[in-house]
């Protein structure tokens, strides 16, 4: 007999505009992460960067992707300002398929400050799954 999995997950309802915001943290998040690569690839390639033009599309597109974050977040952000506090969802199942343990845990630990990413790391850091 196959075991029943949706009695394996735990029910944890939370309040989805809390849930909302969190999101909206971790995408403030990883548009700053992917904000930081550009000056790296600057710095890296030097002055020639600026003169490919494969390389402006890249620039461009990491440009993009930063305001496609931000966009997605702030749009988050506004419809949680319509939904009442009092909704709950059940979380467990979505978060047993996040990956990453520090997005799951601030995804599903309640409201946390500043970036889920530690900047201090030294380069060459990795977390090994």
């Given at each position: 007999m196959l075991p029943d999995i949706a009695n394996q997950t735990?029910?944890?309802?939370?309040?989805?505009?809390?849930i909302l915001m969190r999101i909206v943290?971790?995408?403030?998040d990883v548009a700053y992460l992917i904000e930081r690569i550009e000056p790296q690839l600057l710095e890296l390639g030097g002055g020639e960067v600026l003169a490919?033009?494969?390389s402006m599309k890249i620039l461009q597109g990491i440009d993009l992707a930063v305001q496609k974050t931000r966009g997605l977040a702030e749009f988050i952000d506004t419809v949680t300002g319509t939904v009442p506090e009092n909704w709950v969802v059940d979380v467990a199942t979505a978060l047993s398929l996040v990956k990453l343990a520090d997005m799951q845990k601030a995804l599903g630990g309640?409201?946390?400050h500043g970036h889920s990413q530690p900047l201090t790391k030294a380069a060459g850091d990795f977390d090994l799954f």
């Open positions: 735990q029910a944890v309802e939370e309040s989805l505009p809390e943290s971790e995408l403030h490919s033009p494969d309640g409201m946390r």
